[in-house]
């Protein structure tokens, strides 16, 4: 089966073909001219993802995987939530996940680890160019650092701790981090509702 993964993110492409590895698909990534950060002007998750979803499905006319993701922040309200990957105003600019875990540091300041509560969430949609959908959330809870630790990862990782394990998402090797994290735990729910997604797909086509 042919999948396309919408995104043009080197380190969430690599997560993705980690993370579906097991299963017969065929996977294949926009070019990075097709990015369009313009998808991503809902107020959820929920709605970047379909949005993404549908316009890739529809102009590729192919099975399309598209997620949205970020750090939603106890102490901020949620922020920077859907802006997570915008935080510091920049969307491309190389050095971004530096400006944004600057910028979160700032305006967590002093704050005792007990109010630098967090939660990374990732929404995955997966449409035909019908329109037909399934919809999935997995969610990591944890809190963020003082400063960043380990070097593995991207945007938020080296901020972002899981107490179980007194650990940054950033010091973690691939494969633990993949079993851990808000998006293997999103892909995990993918896993489970696939076969009856499926099934309704091949209904649809009778």
Known sequence: MKILIATTNRGKQKEYAELLADLP??????????????LENGLTFRENAVSKAHLYARTEKILTLAD???????????QPGVFSARYAGHTRKKGKDEANNARLLRELGSLPREKRGAAFRCVICVTDPAGRLLVVEGILRGY????PRG???????????????????AELPPGEKNRMSHRGRAVAELKKKWPEFIRTLEEGKQ
Not at 25 to 38: C, G, I, R, T, V
Not at 144 to 147: D, L
Not at 151 to 169: C, V
């Open 144 to 147: 963020i650092n003082f400063e």
């Open 68 to 78: 949205d993701s970020g750090l939603e922040v106890d102490a901020l309200n949620g």
């Open 151 to 169: 070097h593995n990862g991207f945007g938020y990782d080296p901020l972002f701790i899981i107490p179980e394990i007194d650990k940054s998402l």
């Open 25 to 38: 698909w065929e996977l294949s990534f926009p070019a990075p001219e097709k990015d369009n950060p313009d």
